[in-house]
């Protein structure tokens, strides 16, 4: 699956071209238009934390494509995994995933960092590309070794899971969230990429409901 991007940073949509029978996993609410003879196979998500419906985009003979716009505004980011190192996503920022790659529910880092708790990131690995969906403009973080960064989760679109992360309270006395990150600050030490968008779905929303 190759990824070709427009309309970034502010209305960002992504086009997926598909090889003759590639498939593709993207957010079905997220589709503006596919070439003509693309198969869709819309499924429920199997997350109960998950709202929406996925679908498996696949491409006939002669090769396709997939239009894809999320819901807020902001730019569309592609990452390509080596099928080496994985990342660590923020819970509804992806839009779409080669079926070459996979979301890794019990990956050993999310119980160092969430304990038994299900955390506001999940873990996707293999080979291929990926795509995001930020809110607001992305910003990338390029950690040296033995370099730190201190970022507000709300704030948070990805990291790699080569650099080192902690999960700690902002004060002791507020009230904290593992499932939201509500009340809580990431530490990352390098080596590594941090990506972050520069507005939260959460308050940009709220914005809009106050219009």
Known sequence: MQVRTRHTPAFGVARLLLAPGEAALADFGAMIATSFGVVIDVRARTSSRSKGRDAVFTAPVEGGWVDLAPALPGEVYTLELDGVSGWCVARGSRLALASTIRTDASWAGFHQLFGAEHGFVEHISGQGAMVLAGCGAVDVINLEQNEFVTVDPRYLLAYADTVQCRLRAVSQSGHQSVR???????????PGKVLTHTRTPAELAAALHRV
Not at 180 to 190: I, K, Q, R, S, Y
Request: glycine share 28%; proline share 0%.
């Open 180 to 190: 939201t990150g509500e009340g809580l600050l990431l530490d990352f030490a390098g």
